[in-house]
């Protein structure tokens, strides 16, 4: 069956009505926040404590736009005889936000969870140099950054709180042997106990 001329025009003047009915919704910004997902791609805050400068987000930015200086130092042997060890430490980390294409790539590789989203937005600046962030910038960001989402009760032990885990019972196991050990010495020696000798046994 042929189309009616004209059932085109007739269907887009019908939505076109029922959009002209409705009430239009505004949103009062800046007076009224918008409420935005957890996992909006505002801005990236640096948690510096975590950072080990080993080079993994500025080598694998696409746009070149993270600028990272450090320096080497010898940290003293823990242990008499040991050697000293060196470490790097961080001088400068910054982010060129005229340049971040907010790929999230500096983030997913980071081995060390030193990067994170924050879903700020209101860094507009006048001057496009004022766009680039240095690492005080960027650790005012992490107060920003939403909690992470609860771990779905179902889900499967992640292996590095298993290991925690077993780690701090192997621990707890070894100080219940010592505590008893040492309680069967001290009940040993204790005075009156006549002492246990292979002979006696027999």
Request: proline residues 10%.
């Amino acid at each position: 069956m042929p189309p009616i001329p004209g059932s085109g025009l007739a269907k887009g003047l019908a939505v076109t009505l029922r959009t002209m009915t409705k009430r239009a919704h505004t949103a009062q910004y800046p007076e009224v926040q918008p409420e935005l997902p957890p996992r909006s791609r505002g801005v990236i805050g640096l948690f510096e404590e975590n950072c080990t400068v080993c080079m993994l987000c500025a080598r694998e930015c696409p746009d070149w736009c993270i600028y990272i200086d450090s320096h080497k130092e010898t940290v003293p042997a823990a242990a008499p005889g040991g050697r000293e060890r060196s470490r790097n430490v961080l001088d400068r980390f910054a982010i060129d936000f005229s340049l971040c294409m907010y790929c999230g790539i500096c983030i997913e590789v980071c081995p060390f969870d030193a990067l994170f989203w924050s879903p700020e937005f209101e860094y507009a600046e006048t001057d496009i140099h004022d766009l680039t962030h240095e690492r005080d910038k960027l650790r005012e960001w992490m107060w920003t950054v939403p909690a992470p989402p609860a771990l779905d009760p179902a889900a499967e032990e992640p292996k590095e709180v298993a290991a925690a885990r077993k780690a701090v019972e192997k621990a707890e196991a070894a100080t219940a042997a010592a505590a008893a050990a040492a309680a069967a010495q001290a009940a040993d020696t204790a005075p009156g106990t006549p002492p246990t000798t292979p002979e006696a046994d027999a």
